[in-house]
């Protein structure tokens, strides 16, 4: 079946820039998305890009899309402590696939 | 604009109790709805989803089930608790299929004890 994978964890410092990634197997993925989780919350979609897009910013965030190598980014700019949470990576055509979320911690 | 809302926001139940959980969204009509369950330190996982009145897919066998009585009302339902089913349970809602967003609730968090 098709897979969403993403590494568990993150931690960086206050001010620095945070790179999480995410790989996916679906070839025919229409769509692709980030959400955040914050503790004890649901999640809240940060942006997505359409699969024939390579790049997308949005303020501090900037998602790059590899559709060669299926790997999808989010970058975070000048992360702050309030971007703490779970990050999810998802894609869909038809049906939407999560990967199992980083946990991005930011350090003072 | 939309909304989306679920309750309780928190439920401790023992073993072998029953359960009702409701979700319902505002300002949309039609909405494909979605009910997923979050284990603790882990993604989701997919249990149920509804494109109309009536109309439940079940992606996982268990004890739980859904149902849509009203367009913009999910119930996710168990007669019998078990201890696995404790975790985070959250609605969603999406405007169509194919490649559409999903919309999130704020979660129910279930302990079974």
């Known amino acids: 079946g098709e897979d969403v994978e993403q590494s568990l964890f993150l931690s960086v410092r206050e001010g620095d820039s945070s790179v999480i990634n995410c790989t996916y197997t679906?070839?025919?993925?229409?769509?692709l998305y980030w959400y955040k989780q914050e503790p004890g919350a649901g999640l809240q979609l940060l942006t997505y890009?359409?699969?024939?897009?390579d790049m997308k910013q949005d303020q501090r965030l900037t998602v790059l899309l590899n559709k060669k190598d299926k790997h999808l980014s989010l970058r975070i700019a000048d992360t702050q402590t309030g971007d703490s949470a779970i990050y999810f990576c998802?894609?869909?055509?038809?049906?939407?696939?999560f990967g199992a979320g980083t946990r991005l911690t930011v350090k003072p | 604009s939309q909304t989306i809302h679920q309750w309780p926001a928190t439920l401790v139940q023992p073993v072998g109790s029953p359960l009702s959980l409701e979700c319902t969204v505002e300002?949309?009509?039609?909405?494909?709805l979605y009910w997923y369950r979050q284990a603790a330190g882990r993604g989701l996982q997919l249990l149920f989803y509804?494109?109309?009145?009536?109309?439940i897919s079940s992606e996982v066998p268990q004890n739980l089930s859904a149902s849509r009585p009203q367009d913009r009302q999910f119930i996710l339902s168990s007669k019998k608790l078990l201890l696995s089913d404790s975790g985070f349970y959250l609605c969603?809602?999406?405007?169509?299929?194919?490649?559409?967003?999903?919309?999130f609730g704020p979660g129910t968090r279930l302990t079974v004890t």
């Open positions: 300002g949309t009509s039609n909405p494909n």
């Open positions: 679906d070839s025919s993925s229409t769509y």
């Open positions: 890009i359409f699969s024939n897009m």
């Open positions: 969603a809602w999406s405007p169509g299929t194919g490649g559409y967003e999903q919309y």
């Open positions: 998802a894609e869909s055509d038809n049906d939407m696939r």
């Open positions: 509804s494109v109309g009145i009536g109309q």
